[in-house]
């Protein structure tokens, strides 16, 4: 079994940065990670995930602005965020996948974390 926790969420002002800290209890070797997020009334989204070697792959909101990265000696995937906007605005998953698929992950989130709120001001 694995478990998630997040950490890092806040409130901050459109334009800021914020990085969003996600550590892995369990077995999680080889596996792909990544994060979600879901803003009140919609549903939850992908935001990035990245493979055991550190392939990254982001949806098209975070493309340019988001960076997630992992350090696999300790279990924990990280989320960059900056030039942060209101839409941003969510409460944001940290996921993981028993594969190494980030196409998998996408589809199919095996573990998931309690969330993190990230409030974006204007």
């Known amino acids: 079994q694995v478990q998630l926790a997040e950490s890092g969420g806040g409130l901050v002002q459109a334009g800021d940065s914020l990085r969003l800290s996600c550590t892995a209890s369990g077995r999680t070797a080889g596996s792909a990670m990544g994060w979600f997020r879901q803003a009140p009334g919609k549903e939850r989204e992908f935001v990035a995930a990245i493979n055991w070697a550190g392939r990254p792959y982001y949806a098209d909101s975070a493309q340019g602005r988001f960076t997630i990265l992992r350090e696999n000696a300790k279990n924990t995937v990280f989320l960059q965020m900056s030039a942060l906007k209101p839409e941003d605005t969510a409460v944001y998953f940290c996921?993981?996948?028993?594969?190494?698929?980030?196409?998998?992950?996408?589809?199919?989130?095996?573990?998931w974390g309690q969330g993190t709120q990230v409030t974006v001001s204007s």
């Open positions: 996921a993981a996948a028993r594969s190494n698929s980030l196409t998998s992950l996408i589809r199919t989130v095996d573990y």
